[in-house]
């Protein structure tokens, strides 16, 4: 993970890299052992699938129905509509297979004959014998020269490209069977409408039962794929038979100038000029249209960002977008001792700041972070943390939260926050361990000059504002080198004691729990979920949430 | 005319005391705002338009523009120090374009912010796309066309079909025509 440090990482519950910890959960601290099943384990950041769960809370989203947060892999993309890059002409989507697009024709007048001409290097359709007979449907009278051109010549370069094509559609047709054939192996209702398994999980959604990724993991695991073997399956032999026609092309590319050979870059502009050696043997393909896509959650219909459709493309004005930004409460890490800042890469102004190498933590020495969480939802929020005394990975660090259960205030807007001072907003929130604290402080008059000197109390609440609570953290760094010890290593000991990369950055995983109230008429999604939904007497819905997330304080340095 | 004399010193090349000796065909369009400047002979052709702001230099040697030819907004045609500039016949000298060759062939087109150099030669049909260069003293064949900073090709569509180079003079008589209508003339100005 190449960020600057400090950063924060949030794992998306899609994919559940927690492993289950088996000799460190006598060691968390008891109070806080949770009751889910997930939260019996902990998320290793230093595992090689970390990377791919773990993303910063700005790429995230959140769908509202589901209540959860979606990555990048929890969501899929449906293409709205395609569009030119050039004209912005907006392609209906049934013309873009048979039309491709209208290309701009120049429309030189030659006994009723249409060219393609490029304005810019005057290169035109002609160059290679292709013209039109009307200025419409370009792409179709392409298609049918290009046909006609290919099959009618024998010789064996211009059969080529189509051969291509035609081992390309052959290999489609092998990997859907494949797909069909491993998809479902036995299929006990081949007769019924479920048949099909996307009318089985469609099915399933609809009573509100398991969601699709439940129902894979309850079918049997499919049988494995297998690859193509011949010709008929989709395989290309490369070949050296053909000496003849490569002879006369080496000897075309030695007459003419490295002007006349093709780029790589033309040569994988379409597969009809997947062949092409020389410029001459280039066909035209029609401008690539640009799509606009919208984002719906996997799980469920939800659409969890959808462009604009009213605004012409261009604008990036979105209809729906949920983030996950204004959902989910945000973790940020700072260092407590103001002789060791930990600089923020965002006000960094030259390059040279960002690459100079931030100071690396001292083993064995003990720090103070302060963890600030922020809540963006309009409801004050209870927040439990949790971690493991130790991270996880081959350098364990201690860390303790001093304050591990807290509440954080709701984020109003801007007026609000400007006009009510930070006492009255404090009364709103239900006292709890630290905001009776906290609340204490600002009412007792305890300025920031206090402060200064101040130092961090276990079970106290650090700092507080509208709606956000700071809490500070203790760790002590591991060394990255265990203490050399008199009886020699066996070489098995020595290979443990190999680092690896990323390995000496001290990520702490921290599990968030979140638990807010939402008035009856306020709850949208909550009729549908069913699930987590407890009504309370006064007729608010209790709400949770939970997630991993990773904090990379730095990297821990030689020394010790 | 009161006004003239104003502007005068901050702009001496455009004094029209140094008007050079102009043999303008009267079917050609010369805007009012058009520079002709230098003590050279400058001749201009059967039905050619020089654009507002376009500037025609004779003071390095003569130049002459050939018929249906178009001078753009800002080109300068001409040189300085360098010689003459003989201009073709169905030449578009684009706006911004500087020629300072020692010829160019009919057909051509010089495109927008283009520079020809020095003494160079173009061959009829060429093409200097936008912004490209072609270096003092360099020759072009015809059909050649510049393009993709710096690269060369032959134009084979023009070269190969005698109907498109007609239908590019047509094109090219056409424009003129509509220019004709546009710019507004002031060819008394420089006559005589």
């Known amino acids: 993970m190449a960020a600057t440090f400090p950063y924060t990482h949030y794992a998306c519950p899609c994919s559940n890299l927690t492993t289950p910890a088996s000799t460190s959960i006598s060691a968390k601290r008891t109070s806080l052992i949770p009751v889910d099943a997930p939260e019996d384990s902990t998320f290793n950041p230093h595992d090689p699938r970390a990377n791919y769960s ?7 989203l959140f769908c509202d129905e589901c209540e959860e947060i979606r990555c990048q892999r929890c969501y899929g993309e449906e293409i709205i509509h395609w569009y030119c890059p050039t004209c912005l002409f907006e392609v209906p989507s049934s013309g873009v297979r048979s039309d491709g697009n209208r290309r701009s024709s120049s429309g030189e007048e030659v006994e009723e004959a249409y060219i393609l001409q490029c304005h810019y290097c005057d290169w035109s359709s002609l160059d290679i014998g292709v013209h039109f007979s009307k200025p419409t449907k370009i792409t179709e009278q392409l298609a049918k020269q290009r046909k006609s051109r290919t099959s009618g010549g024998s010789s064996a370069a211009e059969a080529q490209p189509l051969s291509h094509d035609e081992t390309f559609a052959n290999l489609a047709t092998f990997y859907k069977e494949q797909l ?45 794929m297998r690859e193509a073997r011949g010709e008929e399956e989709g395989m290309l032999i490369c ?39 020389l410029v001459d043997a280039l066909w035209p393909v029609a401008t690539r249209l640009r799509t606009r896509k919208c984002r719906r959650c996997h799980f469920c ?36 001792q103001t002789s060791y800042p930990l600089p923020n890469p965002a006000f960094c102004l030259h390059a040279a700041d960002l690459l100079q190498r931030q100071p690396d933590i001292q083993p064995h020495i003990t720090r103070q972070y302060i963890l600030t969480i922020r809540n963006p939802i309009l409801e004050p929020i209870r927040i439990t943390l949790a971690t493991p005394t130790t991270t996880p990975g081959r350098v364990a660090s201690r ?36 905001g009776r604290q906290a609340a204490m402080e600002s009412l007792t008059g305890r300025g920031a000059d206090e402060s200064l000197d101040r130092q961090p109390e276990a079970g106290k609440v650090w700092e507080r504002t509208k709606n956000s609570t700071s809490v500070v953290l203790e760790i002590v760094p591991g060394a990255l080198k265990s203490l050399p010890g008199i009886v020699p290593k066996s070489e098995k000991e020595l290979e443990e004691d190999e680092m690896e990369e990323g390995d000496d950055v001290l ?11 939402v008035s009856e008429e306020h709850d949208d999604a909550g009729d549908r979920k069913g699930g987590k939904r407890i009504v309370e007497a006064d007729g608010n819905v209790k709400k949770e949430m939970a997630f991993w997330c990773v904090l990379g304080v730095g990297r821990i340095g030689e020394g010790g | 005319m009161a006004s003239r004399p104003a502007p005068a010193p901050k702009r001496p090349s455009q004094l029209p005391a140094s008007k050079p000796p102009c043999n303008i065909y009267p079917s050609a369009i010369i805007a009012d705002k058009a520079q002709i400047t230098g003590s050279h002979a400058v001749e201009i052709g ?81 093409t200097v796309a936008p912004l490209e260069r072609v270096e003092a003293g360099e020759e072009l064949e015809d059909f050649t066309v510049v393009y993709g900073d710096g690269q060369r090709r032959v134009d084979k569509t023009t070269k190969e079909h005698a109907e498109v180079r007609e239908l590019k003079k047509g094109g090219q008589e056409k424009a003129v025509q509509a220019m004709r209508a546009l710019v507004p003339n002031a060819m008394a100005k420089w006559a005589g």
């Not at chain 1, 209702?189 to 609809?206: E, G, H, K, V």
């Open chain 1, 54 to 60: 773990l993303s910063p809370l700005d790429r995230l």
């Open chain 1, 180 to 224: 069909s054939e491993s998809g479902d192996p036995q299929n006990p209702y081949s007769n019924s409408p479920y048949s099909s398994p996307n009318n089985l999980a469609r099915i399933m959604s609809l009573y509100g039962g398991l969601s699709v990724n439940a129902l894979k993991k309850t079918r049997e695991k499919p049988q494995p």
């Open chain 1, 239 to 277: 070949s050296f038979e053909d000496k003849a026609t490569d002879d006369a092309l080496l000897q075309s590319m030695q007459n003419l100038d490295w002007a006349n050979t093709t780029t790589a870059e033309q040569r994988l502009s379409a597969p009809a000029n997947k062949g092409a050696r």
């Open chain 1, 301 to 336: 219909p939800q659409y969890l960002s959808y462009p604009d459709p009213k605004l012409k493309v261009g604008n990036l004005r979105y209809k729906i977008r949920a983030l996950a930004l204004n959902h989910i409460p945000r973790l940020s890490i700072r260092s407590l």
């Open chain 1, 399 to 434: 860390v303790t939260i001093l304050c591990p259960s807290f509440t954080v205030g709701p984020a109003g807007d801007v007026w609000d926050e400007a006009l009510s001072s930070s006492t009255t907003s404090m009364a709103t929130i239900p006292s709890g361990n630290g």
């Open chain 1, 507 to 517: 990520e702490v995983p921290i599990y968030v729990r979140a638990e807010w109230e």
């Open chain 2, 46 to 126: 059967e039905n050619a338009v020089i654009h507002p702001w376009a500037k025609i230099r004779a003071e390095g040697g003569k130049v002459v523009i050939g018929q249906n030819s178009m001078v753009y907004e800002g080109a300068t045609v001409g040189t300085v120090d360098g010689g003459d500039v003989l201009i073709g016949d169905y030449v578009n000298i684009e706006t911004g374009a500087v020629v300072e060759a020692r010829s160019v062939g009919d057909g051509t087109t010089v495109e927008v912010n283009a520079v020809v150099g020095k003494g160079a030669v173009l061959g009829k049909w060429c």
